[in-house]
C-alpha cells in the first residue's frame, strides 16, 4: 500500500520536471540569432573579360553577382565560412573549399576558380567594406555584419 502511495506521489512531481525540462530546450531553440547579410561578386571579372577562360563565360552574371546582398540569421559562434557554406547550400550554390596551410580555402564559387581569369585570381572576403586580416573559418560573425566574398583578378587594381 505505501508503495502505491509513493508512486502517486511521485508521479506528479516527475512529471512536472519533464515540463520543465521540454520547456527550456523549446525556450533555447527559439533564442534569436545574430542578424547579418552575405554577397558574393564577381564583377571585377568583367574589367578583365581578355582574361577569363572561355570555358567560364557561362558562369559570370552580367551584373557580377552571383549573389545579390542577402540578410540571414546566424547561430552565436557562426564564422564568415559558416556563412558562406549555408548560404551556399540553401541557394544552391557551387561551392568548393579545402583545408591548407593558411586554413581554409575557398578554391570556386559558383563554378568560378582561382585561375580561371588571371593566374593572380581568386575568392578574398570583406568584413563590412574592409578586406579580413584573418581566415573565414577564423573571423566569428557579429551583430550586422555584412559579408562579401569578391572575386579578385588583379589584387592591385581590383580593390
Known amino acids: 500500500m505505501m508503495k502505491n502511495n509513493v508512486c502517486k506521489r511521485a508521479l506528479p512531481v516527475l512529471l512536472a520536471v519533464c515540463m520543465v525540462l521540454s520547456l527550456m530546450v523549446a525556450c533555447k531553440k527559439q533564442q534569436p540569432g545574430i542578424q547579418c547579410s552575405v554577397e558574393i561578386d564577381c564583377g571585377y571579372i568583367w574589367d578583365h573579360e581578355e582574361d577569363l577562360l572561355e570555358s567560364k563565360v ?54 568560378i576558380y582561382g585561375g580561371d581569369c588571371g593566374e593572380m585570381s581568386g575568392w578574398m572576403f570583406k568584413v563590412n567594406g574592409e578586406y579580413a586580416d584573418v581566415g573565414s573559418e577564423v573571423y566569428e560573425l557579429a551583430e550586422g555584419d555584412l559579408i562579401s566574398w569578391i572575386f579578385i583578378c588583379d589584387y592591385e587594381i581590383d580593390q
Open 58 to 111: 557561362e558562369f559570370v552574371p552580367q551584373d557580377g553577382m552571383i549573389l545579390a546582398e542577402t540578410e540571414v540569421t546566424v547561430e552565436q559562434g557562426d564564422t564568415a565560412f559558416d556563412l558562406l557554406e549555408e548560404i551556399c547550400d540553401e541557394q544552391d550554390i557551387h561551392l568548393d573549399a579545402e583545408d591548407g596551410s593558411w586554413g581554409k580555402y575557398v578554391k570556386g564559387i559558383g563554378q
